[in-house]
Every structure is written in C-alpha cells, then in structure tokens.
T-cell receptor
Framework: AQSVAQPEDQVNVAEGNPLTVKCTYS??????LFWYVQYPNRGLQFLLK??????LVKGSYGFEAEFNKSQTSFHLKKPSALVSDSALYFC??????????FGAGTRLFVKA | DAGVIQSPRHEVTEMGQEVTLRCKPI?????LFWYRQTMMRGLELLIY????????DSGMPEDRFSAKMPNASFSTLKIQPSEPRDSAVYFC?????????????FGPGTRLTVL
C-alpha cells in the first residue's frame, strides 16, 4: 500500500536561513511525488513534482526538492526562507497519477 | 480559467439535515477528487472520478455520504442525514492525468458546520 510520512509536525526557521521539510514514502512501482502548500483558509496549491528525470526538481516560489530513490525520500528545500513562506506543507505520492495519498502535513513557521 | 469552483463556501446546518456541496472542475480536466480536512484526521480522500465515473469510493465514511458526477463540469457531495462529526472543510480538486501533468488543482473549500 502507498504511504507518505512527514516526520515533523512543525519546522521553525529564521528568515534568510535555509529550510528543509522532510518527506519519505512507500510505494510499489514508480512514484509520482508532489509538494503542495496550504495558506490559511485556502485550498492546497501545487508547488512542484517529480515524475522522472533529474532528481532535483525546481518549483514555485524558489522551492526545490530532491528525489532520493535509495532513501525513498523527497525533501522540500529552499535556500533562503521568507516570512511569507509560513504555511502548511503537504507531501503526496501516487502511482500512475490518479489516486494520490497525502502526508499529514508539516507546519512551517518562519520567524522574522 | 477561474479554477475549481466550490459552493457554498460556508454552510451551517443542524444535525439531521441534508447537505449538498457542489463543485465545478477546471474545464478539460477529466479527474475529480473530493477530500475532507479536519484537525484530527488531516486530509482524507473521500472519492474520485475519472471521466465522470466513480473509480474509488473507499474513503467515503458511511452510507450517509454520496457523490455524483452527472457531467464533466459538475459534481456534488451529499450528506444525508448530517451529524456534528461531519463538521470539516471539504475540498474538491481536479486534474488531467492524460496530459502528463498529474498535479491536482484544489478549490477554495466548503467549511461545513453541523450543530
């Protein structure tokens, strides 16, 4: 069965510092991996995805993520955090692009 | 494009009443998903459709919940009768897997409160 784990409920980082939000997954088959962001009282917004190709993918708002097949991880990163990055981040996985399983979410708090 | 449209944005009802949530997917998208989000359980997939056909409804919590997609541009999620534990934010999302894009586009959600 597919599953996604986001081991941290919350990540705290100072503005200007690099940030990492962790995600590991378990699937049988080749995964499609996604990151979404949710701001208060809004729906989820797509940030980036990995389907095939280069293990480092770049997405919206300066975010990037690295696919690591041996560690079954897909961590979200940003070189320099902004206060406006504070939000709830979801990692998601699907096989074949249809049914998608979302992680529990990680709340990112960036302090000025 | 206006994105995924959901209505109503807020719904307050009393226990036992019927509730109908509505969703208009992005034009051209052929997959539609209904999710429920609560603090306790996070984001749960309730049901999804492909080409208007329900593919997986294993996430629908009880027979009180039903969903339909009569055409490519409209879907409903109905709860009858509603209970206080159904209080949550319900999201609709759409995608076009055949395009190779696969990512889902979410609506703004319907915040349901059952008293």
């Amino acid at each position: 069965a597919q599953s996604v784990a986001q081991p941290e409920d919350q990540v705290n980082v100072a503005e200007g510092n690099p940030l990492t939000v962790k995600c590991t997954y378990s699937v049988s088959g080749n995964p499609y991996l996604f990151w979404y962001v949710q701001y208060p009282n809004r729906g989820l917004q797509f940030l980036l995805k990995y389907i095939t190709g280069d293990n480092l993918v770049k997405g919206s708002y300066g975010f990037e993520a690295e696919f690591n097949k041996s560690q079954t991880s897909f961590h979200l990163k940003k070189p320099s955090a902004l206060v406006s990055d504070s939000a709830l981040y979801f990692c998601a996985v699907s096989v074949g692009g249809f049914k998608t399983i979302f992680g529990a979410g990680t709340r990112l708090f960036v302090k000025a | 494009d206006a994105g995924v449209i959901q209505s109503p944005r807020h719904e307050v009802t009393e226990m036992g009443q019927e509730v109908t949530l509505r969703c208009k997917p992005i034009s051209g998208h052929n997959s539609l998903f209904w999710y429920r989000q609560t603090m306790m359980r996070g984001l749960e997939l309730l049901i999804y459709f492909n080409n208007n056909v329900p593919i997986d409804d294993s996430g629908m919590p009880e027979d009180r919940f039903s969903a339909k997609m009569p055409n490519a541009s409209f879907s409903t999620l109905k709860i009858q009768p509603s209970e206080p534990r159904d209080s949550a934010v319900y999201f609709c999302a759409s995608s076009f897997p055949g395009s190779g894009r696969n990512e889902q586009f979410f609506g703004p959600g319907t915040r349901l409160t059952v008293l």
